[in-house]
């Protein structure tokens, strides 16, 4: 278990609907990372936040967007929803940029 | 632009073989991780190097700057290795930066 907990596990949602994944970091962790991994692209850095600010952005739609709460949990908002969206979404912390990150079990988005 | 490269693909071994997984990467880097991801999808992060060698029971990384290469290798391999290894290379100092390589399927065989 690396301490860095996801929900939910599984989401099958339609095309055009919006849904949102929530990821709570190892206690003490400020950064954030979201990490797309998909068939034909593997997987992908989206974005990261540190200690509630955007860090850094990489291969993020603008469909999708992300913030980082006071407590430090995160959220990955998903809207518009395309069946290419169908992924696993993968989220880490890290106590800060530098330093090694844990993945959480990721959740597994199905649009139909 | 930053690539990674890893090889072989795909890679079946007999249970007790010595097992090697190679990464190359394009650009200068800050750090590499080594990652492993179990069939149900979930990753553990296995190293994060940035020169040297780190041993962790019978898996050993090590990481060649001026080659810009980075070998993880198993010893005594057990079914219980099958999984997918995925190098990632760090660009810039921050995980963020991560860029990751397609992924070996490594399979042991009783």
């Known amino acids: 278990d690396s301490g860095v907990t996801q929900t939910p596990k599984h989401l099958i949602t339609a095309t055009g609907q919006r849904v949102t994944l929530r990821c709570s970091p190892r206690s003490g962790d400020l950064s954030v990372y979201w990490y797309q991994q998909s068939l034909d692209q593997g997987l992908q850095f989206l974005i990261q936040?540190?200690?509630?600010?955007?860090?850094a952005k990489g291969n993020i739609l603008e469909r999708f967007s992300a913030q980082q709460f006071p407590d430090l949990h995160s959220e990955l908002n998903l809207s518009s929803l395309e069946l290419g969206d169908s992924a696993l979404y993968f989220c880490?912390?890290?106590?800060?940029?530098?330093?090694?990150?844990?993945f959480g079990q990721g959740t597994r988005l199905t649009v139909v | 632009k930053n690539e990674v490269e890893q090889s072989p693909q795909n890679l079946t071994a007999q249970e007790g073989e010595f097992i090697t997984i190679n990464c190359s990467y394009s650009?200068?880097?800050?750090?590499l991780h080594w990652l492993q991801q179990h069939p149900g999808g979930g990753i553990v992060s296995l190293f994060m190097l940035s020169s040297g060698k780190k041993k962790h029971g019978r898996l050993i990384a090590t990481i060649n700057i001026q080659e810009k290469h980075s070998s993880l290798h198993i010893t005594a391999s057990h079914p219980r290795d099958s999984a997918v290894y995925i190098c990632a290379a760090i660009y810039g100092g921050s995980q963020g930066n991560l860029i990751f390589g397609k992924g070996t399927k490594l399979s042991v065989k009783p």
């Open positions: 880490a912390s890290s106590p800060d940029s530098g330093t090694e990150a844990f």
């Open positions: 936040y540190y200690n509630g600010e955007e860090r």
């Open positions: 650009v200068g880097i800050s750090a």
